[in-house]
């Protein structure tokens, strides 16, 4: 008795081999990296001069990625509204669908969100995206500090520096605003000396007591807070990947096991029958 399978699921499973594949993956790759640089040369003299191959270009790599989706649909089916991904690819893919005419036509620059597809496509850049998701509550814990930090600093100033009548002290600190918006300025360390501490400190010398710390805490300490949070979680990450995965099988998987094993019952049933 010959064992013969359900020829109805050899054609999916084709299909997640062909698109799961890394030859697959590189020619995803190597689309996307040539979408960018046509949707780049539209911008230039270049561009201007033959819109219309370069729009045929863009036409052509748009259905390929339109049909690429539609097969992850007929594999994945309802799983693949499962993946963030996934929604990802799809949003993208379907926002340059839309008609850029008329009133939208300032949605083609849009078009370029197509690289972001790189993220989604290339294992390294999902893993640094998965760590930045993953370091999020700690980096809200990290913002809350720096806001406790900036108002403090914002209403002292205020009442320090924005008492003062010269006009630089009532432009950068006369009210919590603009006092907030100076300490920010001298957090990224943009002109914080010759800019806004040394005329300070020439109406108050002793200024420097504030800022210096002021800038030690917000610059370097919260700076290497944020580094060592993003490290952490990319670190956790890699010993998650490290780690042995058990595999879920699909419905479809369970389908074809089921077969399998009512197949070999039924050929088991047959030899006993002709033994007796």
């Known amino acids: 008795m010959v064992i013969t399978l359900s020829s109805k699921n050899i054609p999916t499973s084709l299909l997640r081999t062909f698109i799961e594949s890394n030859q697959f993956q590189r020619f995803l790759i190597f689309l996307i990296l040539?979408?960018?640089?046509?949707?780049?040369?539209?911008?230039?003299?270049?561009?201007k001069a033959n819109a219309d191959i370069l729009h045929i270009i863009d036409t052509t790599i748009l259905v390929l990625f339109s049909i690429e989706l539609l097969l992850k649909l007929i594999v994945y089916r309802s799983d693949f509204f499962r993946s963030g991904w996934n929604w990802f690819d799809f949003i993208i893919v379907a926002i340059s669908w839309v008609p850029t005419s008329g009133a939208l036509s300032v949605l083609r620059a849009f078009r370029i969100l197509r690289v972001l597809r790189l993220l989604s496509v290339v294992?390294?850049?999902?893993?640094?995206?998965?760590?930045?998701?993953?370091?999020?509550?700690?980096?809200?814990?990290?913002?809350?500090?720096?806001?406790?930090?900036?108002?403090?600093?914002?209403?002292?100033t205020t009442k320090i520096f924005g008492s003062h009548s010269d006009t630089n002290m009532q432009e950068w600190f006369g009210s919590i605003g603009a006092s907030a918006y100076t300490l920010f300025q001298v957090m990224t360390l943009e002109s914080w000396s010759m800019g806004i501490v040394r005329p300070t400190m020439e109406l108050f010398p002793l200024s420097w007591v504030f800022f210096v710390p002021f800038i030690i805490i917000t610059s370097f300490a919260v700076l290497n807070l944020f580094i060592g949070i993003i490290v952490d979680a990319m670190q956790v990450m890699h010993e998650e990947e490290g780690k042995p995965k058990q595999t879920i099988a699909t419905k479809e998987d369970m389908l074809i096991l089921e077969r399998k094993i009512d197949q070999l019952n039924q050929l088991l049933q047959a030899k006993d029958s002709i033994s007796k």
């Open 123 to 156: 294992p390294q850049m999902r893993r640094v995206i998965g760590a930045l998701g993953h370091s999020l509550p700690g980096m809200a814990s990290v913002v809350g500090v720096l806001s406790i930090i900036f108002y403090v600093s914002a209403v002292l």
């Open 34 to 47: 040539f979408n960018a640089i046509t949707l780049g040369l539209e911008t230039s003299q270049f561009g």
